[in-house]
């Protein structure tokens, strides 16, 4: 595991050093606080319905969801495998698994800086005489950061099929909003309540499953294993794919 | 695990080995994926779940009492809930009532998985739940149906969750949520589905009484039939003169609008049933002949110190200019509301609080009169309005209604009410509440026929279920909303905002962003 | 040290290796020489781990470069054709992160990494951005990557490609040295290269192995098409002369190349050095003599034969530069024999402090053909080049 926290550490390097994370980082604040400003307006300056809508409970935190993993997490093996470094990481002394999690890690890491912003806002209106309920708002930066490496392990995994990065960050995108969707599906193919498949998309309600607990400022230890679960798996394919590399 | 490529290929040719290799790590990720649903649905599992409300008001945890309440429910309860977005002006407040019923109702899941299940049904499906309503027996929506075993209970949304002030159009101002007592009215619900009991109800038959089981005559009662059993009651038939004796397990008498007498013998039996600890709905008669004569209801009232009075009670009706109308025949429909319903009173202090109406065609008066048994305690349930009078039949058998105030007395007078007391025998005061002999007299059977059961649906249930001990009456604590709000008018609180949010923020980004290239340039 | 047997490796329809079997003892220092697409990288990156083999067995080290791969990984220094480092960051910070892959220690790290860089003469760019760097000098940073933790085994494919004739030079300086303290297994498709710093070479042609020894057995294991060449008067009967040289022992045929002005031209393929035979031959027979050379096909022919896939019999007409010219009509069939091994030279000696620099001098020119190859030749200076070649 040192290897995945070495790894990860050149990785945070490697993003912090390059240009794209902070125009990312500044883009996704700028348009966050945005709508944070203006849902304060809009519920008339009631700080607990802003920050849970800064968390999860606006459609424009699911945009940025969407959007920004695949982006941070386009280059991580694409341009790599490219530029030839990957060989090298493949050839050092670690496991597969960590150079997944390091990456994973990384890009999740500056994820988390993204939505740390909330605490910033938070401490904002506390100076401000209004202070917020700070372990749900604690709890709610952190389920944000859990759904956002759900979205960068995806993103991981695709990025270590192509070996272009922007095809990478549109494939991503792509499964991300699927991903979103496949609550949607049972309505589309009009299943039967009851049957199977129907329940088991129900649990795969990625939305509901953060809105029912992180949102309303509750831990659910359900609902944290599902992301840490799924990004498991997700990192487990990314090892894979990054393993077929090799022999494919 | 490292997937070890050379044993599956070595001898085979390169194509081949590649496929192969490649279904094995198929095979080892659907394993993977296998393993995830296998570790989501065991999270989902309510023995290895935990849920931690992190919040400073508890907004996700139940009021302690009603999580008691869901902790004793002796099986699961299924929550239906049927919400449809209000028309103007009611659009925003029932958006709130729902949101926030339905926020309760989450909370409720999540704390008791198990013990609870929520179904919100899309109303958009037409076809679907218009089945479904029918099943439940629904003639509404925006209703909570909570269902527990044989026991069903209809919430409705503006009325038994949330109370509404209409507001006032004329100044613009929107109507607005007065309150919302979701939590009690699903803690009545639960505590209502969760006592496993069917209180069972007898309607005397034998002397011209109203039809239990005719859904299509307006005045009989198939429908208040079936909203009893709806509610959890077992409502059925009994002839005193075939089995004297009142069967057992009978929860409530009722004597529903009767065109023969009652012998002295049932009068009797029924008499010893109350005062033992029974329980008696009593209308008074339709039949002029019979009213008041031996045998009566009224006689059988009079025995309980509850006098009814000639003739029909009688308002007048505005008639839409400032003034009133008299001597149309709606004058006879007494529209009980507001003042006229008693406060206090677990039968109508909910109707009073929910501002409802209740309409009695065709009404007696009643009073106190006569010798009361001991300890008992009378409550007009009802009451006509001040300018309410009774009016006396005219020659021709019918009144007039006119008021005259030569002949006729002013009200107001009450239409139902509501006698308890301890039964015989009975000394410790705790037991007396919970056995006390109960009777209502009502003194219009019509309120109970098919034709006009539906509005006044909640007085008559609420009858029923006072007289079958099932006033439950819970104090729970409306869940606290935590609202932190900033002063946006007058402080600079936005300016800060904007500044931190479009500024600060990204712009800290932008500096560190460019200081980072600038010294790694060389 | 290195161990590979019948390692074979395909990619898809397309055989990259086949059959590859050799061994490096302790020490060692053997160059990988091929033209491109023969198999060096795909060999290379399957001892490195990165690559798994179709079949086949290899092992660095004693471990199973599959099976143990984390060992071997622990065990190698790999630096790949590309030169792969992260560009935005700095040398000493990429030198650190190898450092920390391999689990060295702060004060290990710190008192590697400028060992290290000094080794590989990249000291003074310690902090530059490796973006910034040049090809030349990335490659010494790579392969400072590749030394920092003291691999018992260096891998280098192509460590001089892209490089200018002086960047070159110095590389195979660097190269040299290293051989000294390491085993290293190193690519290449430019044979004096090879020749300067391997004194084993294999050759691999299409995915096997054409070659491997040292230059004397390649040069007999390939071509072996050695001919004497006689020029002389030889009066009128040439045929009586032919029979007279054929007589002689060791001469298989004699080659009658016609007339230069009076002077006729023989050539007699021969494994051996026969010019004192034949020179005691015209001595007695009177004959002028104005040339009497002995010729031996160069690795560089053989290798471009290779290269450039032609029949045996063919030769390359080398470049008038390198070897002087030259017609060989070798008809010696190409011999594929990996069992030349036991003729393979003894690993590279470590050269006494008080020797000075040892330098495996193979250039054609030089004495190379004469000298027994397994021997290093000591030169005076440190600073002086190998040799004159570039």
């Not at chain 2, 007898?202 to 009989?220: A, C, I, Q, W, Y």
């Not at chain 2, 009566?296 to 009232?301: D, Q, T, V």
């Not at chain 2, 000394?427 to 109960?438: I, K, L, M, P």
């Not at chain 2, 900033?486 to 800290?508: E, I, K, Q």
Request: aromatic share 8%.
């Amino acid at each position: 595991m040192s290897g995945a926290w070495t790894i990860y550490r050149r990785e945070l390097a490697g993003l912090f050093l390059s240009p794209l994370a902070w125009v990312l980082l500044a883009i996704a604040l700028a348009f966050n606080g945005f709508f944070f400003v203006l849902s304060v307006k809009g519920f008339g300056g009631d700080v607990l319905a802003s920050m849970s809508f800064l968390l999860g409970g606006s459609y424009t935190f699911w945009l940025l969801v969407v959007l920004l993993p695949p982006l941070v997490t386009m280059r991580m093996f694409s341009e790599e495998a490219r530029t030839g470094v990957l060989e090298f990481l493949l050839t050092a002394p670690v496991h597969d698994f960590a150079v997944v999690l390091g990456k994973l890690l990384a890009a999740t890491t500056l994820m988390a800086v993204l939505w740390s912003s909330a605490l910033v806002y938070g401490a904002a209106a506390a100076a401000l005489g209004t202070a917020p309920d700070w372990t749900p708002l604690l709890s709610g930066v952190f389920g944000a950061t859990l759904v956002s490496a759900l979205f960068c392990a995806i993103g991981l995994s695709i990025s270590a099929v192509t070996n272009t990065p922007l095809l990478a960050a549109f494939f991503a995108t792509i499964a991300n909003a699927a991903i979103l969707s496949l609550p949607f599906l049972d309505a589309l193919l009009a299943l039967p309540p009851g049957s199977p498949l129907r329940v088991m998309l129900g649990h795969a309600n990625v939305i509901t499953q953060f809105q029912a607990s992180f949102v309303v400022g509750a831990l659910d230890t359900k609902h944290v294993l599902f992301f840490l679960v799924w990004t498991g798996f997700f990192s487990f394919l990314a090892t894979r794919v990054l393993e077929a590399r090799r022999w494919w | 695990m490292v997937v070890s490529p050379q044993d599956r290929s070595r001898g085979g040719t390169g194509a081949w080995s590649r496929w192969a290799l490649s279904l094995q790590v198929f095979g080892v990720v659907a394993l993977a994926l296998l393993g995830a649903v296998v570790v989501t649905y065991l999270a989902t599992l309510p023995a290895l779940r935990r849920r931690f409300d992190l919040t400073a008001v508890g907004r996700n945890t139940l009021d302690t009492t009603l999580a008691e309440l869901v902790e004793k429910l002796p099986e699961p309860v299924l929550v239906e809930v049927f919400f449809r977005p209000f028309d103007y002006p009611l659009t925003r407040v029932g958006a709130e009532a729902q949101g926030r019923m339905s926020e309760l109702l989450h909370v409720a899941r999540n704390q008791f998985p198990t013990q609870v299940k929520v179904r919100e049904h899309d109303l958009t499906d037409v076809a679907k739940v218009s089945v479904r309503m029918k099943e439940l027996d629904l003639e509404e929506d925006n209703v909570v149906v909570v269902t527990c075993g044989k026991q069903k209970v209809v919430l409705r949304l503006l009325r038994d969750i949330a109370r509404v002030d209409p507001g006032n159009p004329l100044v613009e101002s929107e109507p607005t949520l007065e309150a919302f007592r979701g939590e009690e009215a699903l803690g009545m619900a639960l505590l209502r589905v969760s006592i496993d009991e069917t209180p069972r109800v007898l309607f005397t038959v034998g002397h011209g009484e109203r039809d239990l089981f005719d859904l299509d005559k307006p005045v009989s009662l198939g429908k208040l039939h079936s909203a009893l059993v709806a509610d959890g009651l077992r409502a059925d038939r009994w002839d005193p003169s075939a089995s004297p004796e009142v069967p057992a397990e009978t929860r409530v008498i009722a004597i529903v609008d009767p065109q023969q007498p009652f012998s002295a013998s049932e009068v009797d039996t029924i008499v010893r049933f109350v005062e033992s600890g029974g329980r008696l709905l009593v209308t008074t008669t339709g039949n002029e002949r019979l009213f008041g004569a031996s045998g009566s209801p009224e006689a059988l009232l009079a025995r309980f110190g509850i006098a009814a009075r000639a003739g029909y009670v009688a308002q007048p009706i505005p008639d839409g200019f400032g003034g009133w109308r008299m001597g149309i025949e709606q004058c006879g429909t007494i529209v009980v509301a507001g003042a006229g319903l008693d406060r206090r009173h677990p039968i109508t202090e909910s109707l009073w609080r929910s501002e409802e109406r209740v309409g009695l065609p065709n009404a007696r008066a009643l009073a106190p009169e006569g010798v009361r048994p001991q300890n008992s305690l009378l409550v007009d349930l009802l009451r006509s309005p001040d300018m309410s009078w009774r009016d006396l039949p005219q020659s021709g058998g019918r009144g007039d209604w006119r008021f005259d105030q030569r002949s006729e007395e002013g009200g107001p007078f009450a239409l139902s009410m509501a006698l308890a007391f301890p039964p015989e025998g009975l000394v410790d005061a705790t037991e007396g509440e919970r056995r006390a002999a109960r009777v209502v007299a009502l003194g219009a059977p019509d309120v109970l026929g098919n034709d006009i059961l539906a509005r006044n649906r909640d007085y008559v249930m609420n009858v029923f279920n006072w007289l079958s001990q099932r006033d439950y009456r819970l104090v729970i604590r409306p869940r606290e909303t935590d609202r932190r709000v900033l002063d946006l008018a007058n402080t600079n609180a936005l300016t800060v905002l904007n500044v931190l949010a479009f500024g600060v923020l990204p712009g800290l980004c932008a500096v560190l962003g460019l200081v980072v290239a600038m010294s790694r340039r060389r | 040290m290195i161990t590979v047997r019948d390692l074979t490796r395909r990619f898809g329809p397309h055989t990259a290796i086949e059959g590859l079997s050799f061994h490096l003892e302790p020490g060692e220092v053997v160059g990988f020489l091929g033209p491109n697409g023969a198999g060096k990288s795909t060999t290379m990156r399957i001892l490195s781990g990165y690559l798994p083999a179709s079949s086949g067995s290899a092992e660095v080290a004693g471990f199973d470069v599959l099976r143990q791969s984390l060992e071997v990984r622990k065990r190698i220094g790999y630096l790949p054709e590309s030169v792969p480092l992260y560009a935005e960051h700095r040398v000493e910070e990429m030198l650190d992160f190898q450092g920390r892959l391999h689990g060295l220690s702060r004060s290990e790290r710190r008192a590697r990494i400028p060992f290290v860089l000094e080794r590989a003469g990249i000291l003074d760019r310690s902090r530059a951005i490796i973006g910034g760097l040049s090809r030349g000098q990335r490659q010494r940073v790579g392969i400072a990557v590749a030394l920092l933790p003291e691999p018992k085994v260096l891998i280098l494919d192509e460590p001089t490609s892209g490089l200018d004739p002086l960047q070159r030079l110095e590389m195979r300086k660097l190269l040299v040295e290293l051989g000294r303290e390491h085993t290293v297994l190193l690519s290449s498709h430019i044979l004096p290269e090879i020749e300067a710093v391997c004194p084993r070479v294999i050759i691999l042609s299409k995915g096997r192995i054409a070659a491997d020894g040292t230059k004397d057995d390649l040069v007999r294991q390939l071509g072996g098409g050695a001919k004497l060449r006689l020029e002389a008067f030889v009066g009128g009967d040439v045929a009586a002369a032919v029979r007279l040289l054929k007589a002689l022992p060791g001469v298989r045929d004699v080659l009658d190349r016609g007339r230069l002005g009076v002077h006729h031209v023989f050539e007699i393929p021969c494994s051996d050095d026969l010019r004192e035979d034949v020179g005691a031959l015209a001595n007695a027979k009177r004959w002028a003599i104005r040339e009497l050379s002995w010729q031996r096909p160069t690795l560089e022919q053989l290798f471009a034969r290779i290269a450039l896939d032609l029949p045996t019999e063919q030769l390359v007409e080398p470049s008038a530069t390198e070897v002087p010219a030259a017609q060989v009509e070798a008809p010696i069939a190409l011999e594929v024999s990996p069992t030349l091994k036991s003729a393979a030279p003894s690993p590279a000696p470590q050269a006494a402090p008080a020797q000075g620099k040892i330098v495996y001098n193979l250039n054609p020119f030089d004495m190379g053909a004469s000298r027994d190859l397994s021997k290093p030749k000591p030169i005076d200076g440190p600073g002086a080049p190998p040799e004159g070649h570039a």
